[in-house]
């Protein structure tokens, strides 16, 4: 049997293997109807059902990745002191634009301190009261 005949009986049998599905798809089509809705209502009863079950779903996300280094490791203790100071470790973004570079410089080192004051009012106004400023 050479390759193009072997090629041409391959083809001949999927070409009839798609036939006899698409012919079976498009009179029983019904069969498929429900079965994609059996599974879906399965699915669903699953999913709803897990979440009523025992008191609520016992599957949660945590995004704090810090929570899977053990609490021994530097960058974990250095990352807690950061929050406890600035009381988050949100990421704010400013652009300075301007033609002079020490200009902008100036006005960037002059806005963290305020920022600082915005970001933590209460802790900041305390810390005005030590000083006596």
Not at 2 to 17: G, I, M, P, Q
Request: proline share 3%.
């Amino acid at each position: 049997m050479t390759a193009h005949r072997k090629h041409a009986v391959t083809a001949e049998l999927f070409t009839r293997n798609m036939d006899t599905i698409v012919t079976v798809v498009y009179h029983r089509y019904w069969w498929f109807i429900v079965g994609a809705l059996l599974v879906t209502v399965g699915s669903l009863y699953l999913l709803i059902g897990g979440m009523f079950v025992a008191g609520g779903p016992k599957l949660r996300v945590n995004t704090d990745l810090s929570s899977l280094i053990p609490e021994s490791y530097k960058s974990v203790q250095a990352l807690n002191q950061i929050k406890e100071k600035v009381s988050g470790i949100d990421k704010l973004e400013i652009l300075i634009q301007s033609d002079d570079f020490e200009a902008s410089l100036r006005f960037g080192q002059h806005l963290i301190p305020k920022l600082m004051e915005l970001r933590n009012p209460a802790t900041n106004a305390k810390n005005k009261a030590c000083r006596g400023a």
